[in-house]
Nanobody, 123 residues
């Protein structure tokens, strides 16, 4: 089974950019649909972006469309989330996740999760 470790979170001013990375271990990384979700305390995990196993299809949550971009480098077993024009409401813990279900968008369909990385956007 694949294991995931996120990095790249931090503090940034509104309007700024950050790139999150998710490093995967395990030989089957290229078979997984990958996703980024975010969560605030006491709230459910929210879809940010997903990408299919070969990178041919991406989807985004409505609140991040046009600002965030997901990509993957299967040769390096990495998934990225490029975040631009960040807003204070983007502040959350961001999680990388893997799913065996093609095109999965629901957090319930993701069964492997990283530990999360904090993103804080100041106004």
């Amino acid at each position: 089974q694949v294991q995931l470790v996120e990095s790249g979170g931090g503090l940034v001013q509104a309007g700024g950019s950050l790139r999150l990375s998710c490093a995967a271990s395990g030989r089957t990384f290229s078979a997984y649909n990958m996703g980024w979700f975010r969560q605030l305390p006491g709230k459910e995990r929210e879809l940010v972006a997903t990408i299919t196993s070969r990178g041919g299809l991406t989807t985004y949550g409505e609140s991040v469309k046009g600002r965030f971009s997901i990509s993957r480098d299967s040769a390096k077993s990495l998934v990225y989330l490029q975040m631009s024009n960040l807003k204070p409401e983007d502040t959350a813990v961001y999680f990388c996740a893997a799913s065996a279900i093609f095109g999965a968008r629901n957090a319930a369909n993701y069964d492997v999760w990283g530990q999360g990385t904090q993103v804080t956007v100041s106004s």
